[in-house]
């Protein structure tokens, strides 16, 4: 992009920032768990149609797809998609700030709010600069990221890269551990797989005095909690990233009562898909094979989750190019790999994308809670830089 490009976008973006701040203050005051976005969607529906874009909704089931075209895109054009998702998480709030959640237990505590905000800005932005535009921009508000199977695998299936079709993919997400005025980016893989394990042991309770008339559900699992971090210490590659945790081990027994069951949660994550396949198999067959040898049963469910993430390396570089152009070279950080999750893996399965970082963290004023915390914030001021950057991606081919 030349520099009158560069100085229209950040003179447009500066334009609507207190516009862009309300809608996320509204959303964060209005926030809706996974698959139930319905007061959201109807919200982005309403600003689309304010601003004269064309859309659907309930794509995905609460979705809403936009298309903004310019006088010179025929209707079958390829087009660069821009998305956000919607959701919010079962979270309850502890900021005191005019715009906390209204709903008790239920908070935008990853940042979808800002997500949403942003793209809604940038819908405005584009609107207007439509006829600059080398392709036609879908816009994507997405349901249910936060839950499985992942609001991504519904929009693909209800064809949001088809017709026209996407050629090019672009997200942000929050990013509170970078000071505000920064983002960050990172070619090729980037986040992991992931995948829930969810399983109750069966044993045989009784006193805690009389073990050897009992048949311990706690020491099962125990030994699963330990001996399963095998599987990724001797049979993964080193070289793979992997990771194996579990978070849940609930057991209703007493100081002198063994339980009859016990139930056990975790999560697996990995950047590689054969041996994703081999170690799930080699979980279930590790988790049997320890509570049978026992003498319990078990109940298992491994729900599969989203794939992991990879970066398009042009895209990512051409992108990281313009954030240097809109921000200096000192303002753009490259990023490790993270195991951490992120449904907008699906569509980097389907086509190229950048899924890249927004630093909303402002450690002078105490913004410094990460994601899924009850007091996470942002400074608004990234609400402005993270329009000219979902901007700008319209535009890397002019």
């Known amino acids: 992009m030349n520099l009158d490009r560069i100085n229209q976008i950040k003179s447009l973006s500066k334009d609507i920032k207190t516009k862009v701040q309300a809608y996320r203050e509204y959303l964060h005051a209005n926030p809706e768990l996974s698959y139930e976005e319905h007061e959201t969607m109807h919200f982005v529906s309403e600003k689309l149609t304010d601003l004269g874009i064309k859309h659907s909704a ?49 908070m935008h505590a990853c940042g979808h709010d800002v997500h949403t905000s942003v793209l809604l800005g940038t819908a405005e932005v584009l609107q207007s600069m439509r006829n600059s535009l080398p392709y036609p921009v879908k816009l994507i508000f997405q349901p249910g990221e936060e839950k499985n199977p992942g609001g991504a695998t519904l929009m693909i299936r209800d064809g949001v890269l088809k017709d026209p079709k996407i050629i090019r993919m672009f997200a942000l997400h929050v990013f509170p551990e970078m000071e505000v005025g920064r983002v960050g980016f990172r070619e090729g893989l980037y986040m992991a797989s992931c995948d829930e394990i969810h399983a109750t042991i069966y044993g045989k309770g009784g006193h805690g005095a009389t073990p050897h008339k009992c048949i311990d559900p706690i020491l099962i699992g125990a030994e699963i909690v330990t001996s399963l971090q095998k599987i990724v210490s001797r049979k993964c590659d080193p070289k793979v990233p992997c990771v194996l945790s579990f ?101 980097s399965q389907e086509v190229p994308v950048c899924f890249f970082r927004l630093g909303v963290g402002n450690s002078e004023q105490g913004i410094v809670h990460g994601v899924h915390h009850p007091k996470f914030n942002i400074d608004n001021s990234s609400l402005e830089i993270g329009v000219q950057m979902m901007v700008s991606a319209a535009f890397i081919d002019s």
């Not at 109940?299 to 970066?311: A, D, F, R």
């Not at 051409?318 to 000192?330: D, H, P, Q, Y």
């Open 247 to 347: 978070g849940h081990f609930e057991a209703q027994g007493a100081t002198n009562i063994i339980p009859s069951s016990a139930h056990i949660k975790g999560t697996f994550r990995t950047m590689n898909e054969a041996w994703r396949a081999e170690a799930l198999k080699l979980i279930e067959q590790s988790m049997t094979g320890i509570v049978v040898s026992a003498g319990g049963t078990l109940e298992l469910e491994i729900s599969k989750g989203y794939p992991y993430l990879e970066n398009d390396p042009k895209t990512t570089q051409s992108m990281k190019s313009i954030a240097i152009n809109l921000l200096g070279e000192e303002n753009v950080e490259d990023l490790p790999i993270r195991l951490t999750a992120e449904d907008f893996s699906y569509y």
């Open 58 to 106: 309930k794509i995905g089931g609460t979705g809403v797809v936009g298309i903004i075209r310019g006088e010179h895109h025929k209707e079958d054009m390829p087009c660069i998609g821009l998305r956000a998702d919607l959701d919010a998480l079962p979270i309850h709030e502890e900021n005191e700030v005019p715009y906390r959640s209204k709903i008790d237990g239920v």
